[in-house]
């Protein structure tokens, strides 16, 4: 299996995931085994992909999948921002994180969509 641990988006991803356990640890009990429950899976599908993307040869399909997995953590980030879970601050640090991740990805998905339409070395 092709070496994750070194990718910049994984490593902010990570950070992502383990920023997402610790906040959810602070949810009242009411949005804790709902609302954070379904943030905290959506961060792990995310961190999944960007290991199995990395791991074949063609990216671009599961990047497009990322992005989309992405997009559905954002909008659970911002309802919990609206229920008053999270405060302002909080919720700006994880958009900071979530776009950060976004650009990545789309660099990515970019290079890869080349690589994959590039002719083959014979």
């Known amino acids: ?19 997402t356990h610790r906040a959810v640890h602070q949810f009242p009990r009411e949005h804790k085994y709902a609302l954070g429950a379904k943030l905290k899976e959506i961060v792990a599908q995310l ?6 993307a990395n791991s074949r040869t063609r990216k671009s399909e599961v990047l497009e999948e990322t992005r989309v997995v992405l997009e559905r953590f954002r909008i659970h980030l911002r309802l919990a921002s609206d229920l008053k879970i999270l405060g302002l601050k909080r919720f700006e640090a994880f958009n900071r994180s979530v776009e950060e991740i976004s650009k990545q990805l789309a660099g990515w998905l970019e290079w890869s969509k080349k690589a994959e339409h590039a002719p083959a070395d014979v």
């Open 47 to 52: 961190l999944d992909l960007i290991v199995e």
């Open 1 to 19: 299996m092709a070496q994750y641990n070194h990718l910049p988006i994984f490593q902010r991803a990570y950070q992502l995931a383990l920023e």
